[in-house]
């Protein structure tokens, strides 16, 4: 007989009260993936710079990707947001909050782009790679912070929590 924790138990109830949360966890998980294949990427050795800038500018083509599929899923009129703030009135400046960072975050992703499509000659390339490289991280901790506030909101809205795995 498989033996549950108490937490365990609970996500399952969650996961079966609210399916109309599995949009949300399928952009979550979408979300972590691609995040975790940039952060994978920026590892590449700077040495090997032909596969470093091959791998950070595939894994950033599928951030763009799935943070444009995001914003739409969530922004377009009637969408996830739409529809909590009509229903959950309160909840308007947190959602107000996550649109904003959907705006900010297509700009340091676009930004990184534009970097990535003109590296510098040989001279000048560790250093950029560095500085290119430090502000990719920080757009994966902004991700990763969005990623949480938006969790926050789906709790406050719902009384459910989609879970961090996802």
Not at 13 to 22: F, Y
Not at 25 to 47: D, F, N, Y
Not at 143 to 152: E, I, V
Request: glycine residues 4%; aromatic residues 6%.
């Amino acid at each position: 007989m498989a033996r549950y924790r108490r937490f365990d138990l609970l996500a399952t109830v969650s996961t079966a009260t609210r399916p109309e949360l599995d949009d949300v966890r399928l952009r979550r998980a979408g979300l972590k993936a691609v995040m975790s294949g940039l952060e994978i990427a920026l590892a590449t050795p700077l040495a090997q710079r032909d596969m470093w800038l091959s791998r950070v500018r595939e894994a950033l083509t599928a951030v763009h990707d799935v943070w444009t599929r995001h914003i739409v899923e969530t922004e377009a009129p009637g969408a996830f947001l739409d529809e909590l703030t009509e229903e959950s009135p309160r909840l308007s400046k947190p959602a107000s909050r996550l649109r904003r960072e959907h705006t900010d975050v297509l700009a340091q992703i676009t930004r990184a782009e534009k970097q990535l499509s003109m590296p510098p000659n040989a001279d000048d390339y560790d250093r950029w790679a560095e500085a290119l490289r430090a502000e990719l991280t920080s757009l994966l901790v902004a991700l990763a912070r969005h990623r949480q506030r938006g969790a926050d909101l789906i709790y406050e809205a719902f009384d459910v929590d989609i879970g961090g795995g996802f």
